[in-house]
């Protein structure tokens, strides 16, 4: 609470030998105003609310009788992008070749394309994406994959781990290709 020190030493009197009246002096107590600053930070954390964490969205297949058939996808529906390092994107439509002539190379900015035209060409029944990282990889192009997934509404894509012959196909492309 404020506190005023009102006690003088008599009248306003003049003249030699009379002594200077006493100045008054303030003493403000700031200990309500902590008590006070308290209650509304505590007020404040308890009615904001809290934000809530992000996640992603997971379409988990549905369960079959046949356990090999669960994840069973036409070939022709069929898209598989394969990241490596410095940006690089290599894809595939259908199964890969076996002299690779369908094995092909983009980058980040026109994988979009890459995945509306297989879209656009594939009945959306079909359609599967198949993401397989390398260990070149980094997390932020896995990031990026699955954004545009998201971008370009593709219901059903797998994250899955690169075949042997899938990487020595790329380290061999990028062996004739150094960046």
Do not use: W
């Amino acid at each position: 609470m404020a506190e005023m020190d009102t006690s003088s030493g008599g009248g306003h009197k003049k003249g030699p030998g009379v002594k200077k009246g006493k100045k008054l002096s303030t003493r403000v107590d700031l200990t309500p105003m902590v008590d006070l600053g308290f209650l509304l930070i505590t007020f404040f954390i308890f009615t904001t609310t809290m934000s809530q964490p992000t996640a992603m969205r997971l379409n988990l297949p549905k369960d079959t009788e046949k356990p090999e058939e669960q994840n069973k996808a036409k070939e022709s529906g069929a898209l598989t992008l394969m990241m490596s390092k410095n940006d690089v994107v290599y894809y595939y439509e259908g199964m890969l070749a076996p002299d690779a002539s369908n094995f092909k190379t983009t980058t980040f900015k026109e994988v979009r394309e890459v995945i509306l035209t297989k879209k656009k060409s594939t009945d959306p029944d079909d359609f599967v994406v198949v993401i397989k990282p390398t260990k070149e990889c980094t997390y932020k192009n896995t990031v990026d994959i699955l954004d545009e997934m998201t971008i370009n509404d593709v219901k059903r894509y797998a994250l899955v781990d690169i075949a042997e012959v899938e990487q020595q196909l790329i380290n061999m492309t990028e062996g004739a290709n150094p960046q």
